[in-house]
């Protein structure tokens, strides 16, 4: 059989590409590797999704959806066995209702462009993240993506109202839900969002749109000690009112490496802090919210909780915050990093830090640790350089300090970027065995042939 041809008798000819095609694009962002499949096909509609997927089931042809590639848990990788099923055709925004505050979207539709669109009308679609501008808003909820502003906003899990997918034998399941309040019974909506593909390809979205802030404060602050950073987020979130959209902590040592040559990034504060916080606060009164934003500070600075603060005065000051937190790239310079992306309670990551920094010595040697993240909602990101030629032989003794360290503290190996193939070992650390017994019979009730996504989280 010959599977390009078969595909290309179900949709347009253009749509479908081949092996040698494909074995000219790249795998996903920050890869050197290409794409691997029998072929990829591109459908432009959820019918086109549906006869795809009922043409695979029939056949038993595994299948793996791809968005944007800007996943880290190589939870797209295709084999040479798989046909890509690729959502990059399916890029339309259907509808903005300004009124019910609503977006309507194809699967494909990359996050910056609905969030351009929304700009006009003085709304925002409030996920964001640094792979704004590739990922998209299909795999944003496939893999119930979190970002810079989930302490306000939530997850994407938060944002979706309703949505379609289509089922391994082409069954479409729409439920275009537009309304915030639908107690009507299962949620069918959750089985998809965070499911990586597993169970159905999610084709179309109806997205819960906010308000546009009319004012933005942010302010870089220093702080002497992990209990004042705590203190320091209830007490910010406390004073302003609900107003508190992100809360950035950087490690001192990923604060010299953003702000230092050959970073391009500027200190705004002297480097010599243990700790440093990215504050952001949206409201909807400049001179408002500007003067209770200050306020906190000074109460944060005369209770001891910050010892020296940058305040933000234009958009521009902002964006330079934001740039000195996301120069993320810097930790591939002179050598090779093992990114983590895990969870805990925030009063467990200070001992959870202390004990992966005195472990690493003894375990690898040489080496450099960074730490940073979205420590407001619990978030925290873990990279360990080492020298290129040992990363194969120490990965894995890496990754098994940094989860199996997580057991002790009850945290998660995965806070936003999924399972994939990557966590796959160390799901069992986060997720008991009837729980993972109950996600087995759910992928087996709606892909009983397991043609969605093989191997990935379990």
């Not at 234009?314 to 895990?342: C, E, H, I, K, N």
């Amino acid at each position: 059989m010959n599977i390009v041809e078969s595909l290309r008798a179900l949709v347009d000819e253009t749509a479908v590409l081949d092996a040698t095609t494909l074995a000219t694009r790249s795998a996903g962002a920050h890869r050197a590797d290409t794409l691997t499949a029998q072929a990829m096909v591109r459908p432009s509609t959820t019918e086109e999704v549906s006869t795809v997927l009922a043409w695979c089931h029939a056949q038993g042809i595994g299948v793996v959806t791809q968005g944007g590639l800007t996943g880290l848990v190589h939870g797209a990788d295709a084999s040479t066995a798989e046909v890509i099923l690729s959502l990059e055709s399916m890029r339309r925004i259907e509808d903005i209702d300004v009124r019910q505050r609503t977006a309507t979207v194809q699967a494909g539709v990359v996050l910056q462009a609905l969030q351009e669109a929304v700009d006009a009308h003085d709304l925002i679609f409030p996920l964001d993240l640094g792979a704004r501008g590739s990922a998209t808003l299909g795999g944003n909820a496939a893999t119930n993506a979190g970002g810079n502003r989930v302490i306000r906003y939530g997850m994407m899990r938060d944002m979706v109202l309703g949505l379609e997918a289509v089922l391994a034998d082409g069954t479409v399941v729409s439920s275009m839900n537009r309304l915030i309040k639908n107690n009507t019974g299962y949620d069918l909506k959750q089985l998809f969002i965070g499911s990586e593909g597993t169970l159905g390809v999610i084709t179309r979205l109806v997205l819960r749109l906010r308000e546009k802030p009319q004012s933005h404060q942010a302010a870089l602050v220093a702080v002497e000690s992990f209990d004042a950073v705590a203190n320091l987020l209830k007490h910010m979130d406390r004073s302003l009112g609900g107003a508190l959209s992100a809360f950035e902590v950087m490690w001192q040592s990923f604060y010299q490496l953003v702000s230092t040559p050959p970073a391009k990034g500027q200190p705004p504060i002297d480097a010599g802090f243990p700790y440093y916080v990215l504050v952001e606060s949206l409201g909807a009164d400049r001179e408002a919210d500007s003067q209770r934003f200050n306020a906190a500070l000074e109460t944060a600075l005369e209770h001891g909780l910050i010892a020296d603060a940058a305040i933000a005065h234009s958009d521009a000051d902002v964006q330079a915050f934001w740039a000195l937190r996301d120069d993320v790239m810097q930790v591939t310079v002179g050598g090779a990093p093992v990114v983590f992306d895990v969870s805990l309670p925030i009063v467990e990551m200070e001992a959870f830090v202390a004990r992966l920094r005195a472990a690493l010595p003894q375990e690898i040697g040489e080496h450099r640790l960074w730490v940073f993240g979205h420590l407001g909602d619990g978030n925290l990101h873990v990279i360990v350089q080492v020298p290129a030629p040992d990363y194969l032989a120490l990965r894995p003794r890496i990754e098994a300090l940094v989860y199996e360290g997580l057991r002790a503290f009850s945290g998660s190996v995965s806070a936003e970027h999924g399972i994939g193939l990557e966590k796959k070992p160390w799901l069992p650390i986060s997720r008991n065995p009837n729980e993972i017994a109950l996600m087995r019979t759910l992928k087996q009730a709606l892909d009983p042939k397991h043609i969605l996504n093989q191997g990935k989280i379990f």
